[in-house]
């Protein structure tokens, strides 16, 4: 298996709702994250994930929420959000290789609408 | 500050020929470079990626040339398919310790004409 998954493929909430985001790879990766990507910019980093813990958050508001319950899955609990945060987010995954390759496989992404 | 940077926001090429995509970057620690592909609603792709104790990275149609002293890559297609129409994103990182960032350029979109 040599794909990351994401779920759903659409997603379109309220500013009230909670709501959460799933990614999953069997490629054995102990590293993962979260992107998230507006129209015509590249992929912006909030979170990574190394071997299930938090090492990387970019200063992303509180309404997103990352969890990692064990190497393959990857969650994303949204809450409160702005319409401002509609867009698509992407999951990735790597091998955490020190001084070596770093090539991270995206998935298809979820494309969130905040109304 | 943009560290990578892709100066051409599009490009244009005819079926057969080569395409050639230009990535620079400021950041003299980058030491690994990727190339991304990504179509619209989806993902982007890996493509290719180099090292900096490399100068070429080759695999099938694509190659991947590395200029450190001008901190310049550029991305090679040949021949171009129309399949290849998508937005290419040159990314760069600094291997090592718990890094794991990667810093994109803002992409550019390549359309290959039949």
């Known amino acids: 298996d040599t794909e990351v998954t994401q779920t759903p493929k659409h997603l379109v909430m309220g500013m009230t709702n909670k709501k959460s985001l799933k990614c999953e790879q069997h490629?054995?990766?102990?590293?993962m994250y979260w992107y998230k990507q507006k129209a015509k910019k590249p992929p912006e980093l909030m979170f990574v994930y190394s071997y299930e813990k938090l090492s990387i958050n970019e200063s992303v508001p509180s309404r997103f929420s990352p969890e990692c319950p064990n190497s393959s899955l990857l969650n994303l609990h949204l809450h409160a959000l702005q319409p401002e945060d509609s867009a698509l987010y992407l999951c990735?995954?790597?091998?955490?290789?020190?001084?070596?390759?770093?090539?991270?496989?995206f998935g298809p992404g979820t494309r969130l609408t905040v109304l | 500050d943009q560290q990578v940077k892709q100066n051409s926001p599009s490009l244009s090429v005819q079926e057969g020929r080569i395409s050639i995509l230009n990535c620079d970057y400021t950041n003299s620690m980058f030491d690994y470079f990727l190339w991304y592909k990504k179509y619209p609603a989806e993902g982007p792709t890996f493509l290719i990626s180099?090292?900096?104790?490399?100068d070429k990275n080759e695999d099938g149609r694509f190659t991947v040339f590395l200029n450190k002293s001008a901190k310049h890559l550029s991305l090679h297609i040949v021949p171009s398919q129309p399949g290849d129409s998508a937005v290419y994103f040159c990314?760069?990182?600094?291997?090592?310790?718990?890094?794991?960032?990667?810093?994109f350029g803002k992409g550019t979109l390549l359309t290959v004409n039949p």
């Open positions: 180099i090292s900096s104790i490399k």
């Open positions: 990735a995954s790597s091998h955490p290789t020190s001084g070596g390759a770093h090539e991270q496989f």
């Open positions: 490629m054995g990766h102990r590293a």
């Open positions: 990314a760069a990182s600094v291997s090592g310790g718990s890094n794991y960032k990667l810093t």
